[in-house]
């Protein structure tokens, strides 16, 4: 298993993807940025399976978002004291909608969070919105991991309705794990507030100094979810919701996120569906892949529609077939590739005879020290034979996930109508406070270095719990069903994290 994390951290840590350390001194993120590839920045929720690349070219650079075995210190000792004035959070606009939420981000477009309210005082927490997982927790008011030092967190003290169920549970990420217990309590987002019972992590992995959440909301399409419970219980007309993800440089943050309905406001068109090949994974059929109209002959593809993982992860055949298309394109590795930075050439994705292209803002990075820029899909295959598609290609449309009819659906995103300024806050460190985020604005950006990535898709654990039943197998995302109210249906192959809950 080592030598897979070695390979993660390896093909995504090379340049800037799950960004670069946050906090470190000016001089040393340079440093650190012509050791990394340009994949180190965003996140992925999916574990590399072994058909990724190879090649020789990688070595071993252990990073703050490198899997690391549990003891392994990091590489940069001082990033908490650099770190503890807090995290910049680029705000979204309040969304009027019913039962909608708006969806912050980094800066850096690598993750994208809401603030939730926990038990009876409705303490608030930021929390990733992970479609490709089914585990939520957050970090717990015992944690004294070093990442939990300068979060919010939550425990027994802070909610009277808080009730520990005396369960131990696990989530591994290829990115980073956490360990903890299982309590039930409320958890209210949108205007909609249930019990269930979540993780509440003991102990969490140095990954998660990099980034400004405090916990994952699983939005997942299986059964005994935060979402599922809201649908048990009744409160939305739909079993569904729509999300629309803000891209940073565009100037302002109108992403939101709606439960039981979709926002009109927010797309224009019509919505194209295609159907989900899982009962649990937001996975589609892939009609193919063009390059300004030229198909690059891919087909018969699964892809993975993943809002925790921050770029778009190919099997390497796959990728190679597409930047043939590209002039100018090169790879060293067969998984990061450099184009021209002025490239004229469009990616599109096509589902259900649809196309949906990709901006060149998300698709070609800025350059590097060298000048060179890089493309922000990668030949690294997480999802068995499929395609990780996270929110370099979601920032680009609207996208439906519905429950009630087992299906996905993208249109076109309405242009904002406001282009003044998202404002930028800053979360107060908790290591002696609970204190939530802090209502001042910074009058500089966020920072840019800030999160190197995310890719928070789950795995489920190679041996069931006693007494844990087995979903139905699909041809590329059986899973088996866990504990902690989350079912999980996706390959240890496919998924990046595994869940065991005793």
């Not at 217990?181 to 507030?193: K, M, Q, Y």
Request: glycine residues 10%; aromatic residues 8%; negative net charge.
């Amino acid at each position: 298993m080592h030598w897979v994390f070695v390979l993660l951290q390896l093909s995504l840590w090379v340049t800037n993807i799950y960004a670069s350390v946050l906090g470190a001194p000016e001089g040393q993120n340079a440093a650190r940025s012509e050791e990394l590839d340009a994949a180190s920045k965003g996140f992925v929720t999916f574990k590399l399976v072994k058909k990724a690349t190879t090649s020789g070219k990688y070595r071993p650079a252990i990073t703050p978002r490198s899997p690391r075995r549990d003891g392994q210190d990091i590489e940069d000792s001082g990033v908490i004291a650099d770190r503890a004035s807090g995290y910049k959070i680029v705000k979204a606009e309040d969304p009027t909608f019913k039962h909608s939420a708006g969806i912050d981000q980094d800066g850096t477009d690598y993750s994208y969070f809401a603030e939730v309210e926990l038990g009876s005082e409705a303490k608030r927490l930021y929390m990733l919105l992970d479609t490709g997982a089914s585990t939520t927790w957050v970090m717990g008011s015992t944690c004294t991991s070093k990442a939990c030092t300068i979060h919010n967190k939550f425990g027994p003290d802070d909610s009277k309705t808080y009730n520990d169920t005396g369960k131990d549970y696990s989530v591994e990420y290829g990115t980073g794990s956490v360990r903890g217990h299982v309590v039930e309590d409320s958890l209210a987002l949108a205007g909609l507030s249930v019990t269930l019972p979540f993780g509440v992590a003991n102990t969490t992995s140095d990954q998660f100094l990099q980034f400004p959440f405090d916990g994952i909301l699983g939005l997942a399409s299986s059964s005994d979810t935060w979402l599922s419970a809201v649908m048990d219980a009744k409160l939305i007309d739909s079993n569904m919701f729509g999300i629309s993800l803000s891209r940073n440089s565009d100037g302002t943050n109108d992403g939101e996120i709606v439960f039981g309905a979709v926002n009109p406001a927010k797309y224009t068109g019509d919505i194209t569906y295609s159907s989900v090949k899982s009962n649990s994974a937001w996975t589609i059929p892939m009609d193919g892949i063009t390059i300004s109209g030229e198909s690059a002959g891919i087909t018969g593809r699964s892809a993975y529609i993943d809002t925790g993982t921050s770029f778009v992860f190919g099997p390497p055949d796959d990728v190679e077939a597409m930047y043939k298309l590209i002039p100018g394109s090169s790879s060293s590795d067969g998984s990061s590739y450099t184009i021209p930075c002025d490239t004229d050439r469009e990616v599109a994705f096509t589902f259900s005879g649809e196309s949906w292209k990709v901006s060149s803002k998300d698709f070609v990075s800025g350059p590097n020290s060298d000048g060179k820029c890089t493309g922000n899909i990668y030949g690294i295959e997480y999802v068995s034979g499929g395609w990780l598609l996270g929110d370099v290609f979601l920032k680009n449309v609207y996208s439906v996930f519905d429950v009630d009819n087992g299906r996905i659906g993208f249109a076109a995103k309405a242009t904002s109508e406001s282009s003044k300024p998202s404002t930028t806050t800053t979360t107060a460190s908790t290591a002696t406070s609970a204190s939530a985020v802090s209502t001042s604005s910074a009058s500089s950006p966020a920072q840019t270095d800030m999160a190197s990535g995310l890719n928070g898709h789950e795995a489920p654990s190679a041996t069931e719990s006693a007494g844990q039943a087995t979903d139905t197998a699909e041809p590329d995302s059986s899973g088996v069903k866990l504990g902690l109210g989350c079912s999980i249906a996706l390959l240890a192959s496919i998924l990046s994290t595994m869940v065991v809950i005793v």
